[in-house]
């Protein structure tokens, strides 16, 4: 049995449209840690020396080049400058599991995505969260923030899916639907965002009681 430590490090897995990354930013006002989710994408910009918005959009994507460069320009990127070439999509997720090993430098934090159940599966401090909902409730989300209709979000929905499932495959050979890789997977179909944070601030209280008996 694991040593009953504290929970120093907060991993949130998400379905798209879930609300896993406000509740990450809900966690970290209320915990005082700092999250660590498109500052990822900014540090990983940083050292490609390359533009975070070509950075962003090949975030947790995994494709062939055709494809990569296709996906780019649908996302409404600019080119990148003449005689440079677009950041790599592995070597993008080098760099992203690169900035969450450098972070354990500086605890406590609640990182977003990018394989982090797997990256911290091993530490006895790891809290690992996976935010699900139901389909159709997340491409209503979806289409409200966006201001789409609801067929374009469910397709950009199941999009998203397809390439974070291909992302963890490739990189981390696992399913980021398999409920071992997690603690705790709680579903926003049923509970508010709001709800969802309590319960997880509860359980981080309640290993930080436990580690001092």
Request: one cysteine or more; a negative charge.
């Amino acid at each position: 049995m694991r040593a009953r430590e504290p929970v120093r490090i907060i991993t949130v897995s998400r379905h798209y449209g879930s609300g896993g990354g406000e509740i990450a930013q809900k966690l970290g006002e209320a915990l005082g840690w700092r999250v660590i989710d498109h500052t990822l994408i900014e540090e990983v910009a940083r050292r490609l020396e390359a533009p975070e918005p070509q950075v962003e959009a090949l975030d947790e994507y995994v494709g062939g080049i055709v494809e990569r460069i296709a996906g780019v320009f649908a996302r409404g990127v600019p080119d990148s400058p003449a005689g440079s070439d677009l950041p790599d999509p592995d070597m993008v997720a080098r760099l992203a599991r690169a900035v969450l090993r450098d972070a354990v430098q500086d605890l406590p934090f609640i990182a977003v995505g990018h394989g982090g159940q797997c990256v911290f599966g091993d530490r006895a401090d790891a809290l690992h969260v996976r935010i699900v909902a139901p389909l159709r409730e997340r491409a209503r989300r979806v289409a409200e923030r966006r201001g789409i209709e609801l067929a374009a979000a469910l397709r950009e929905t199941e999009r998203h899916d397809g390439e974070r499932r291909r992302y963890m495959q490739h990189h981390f050979g696992c399913d980021p639907n398999d409920p071992g890789l997690y603690n705790i997977q709680l579903d926003t179909g049923y509970l508010t965002l709001d709800e969802a944070t309590r319960l997880i601030l509860e359980v981080v209280a309640w290993r930080s009681e436990r580690s001092h008996m």
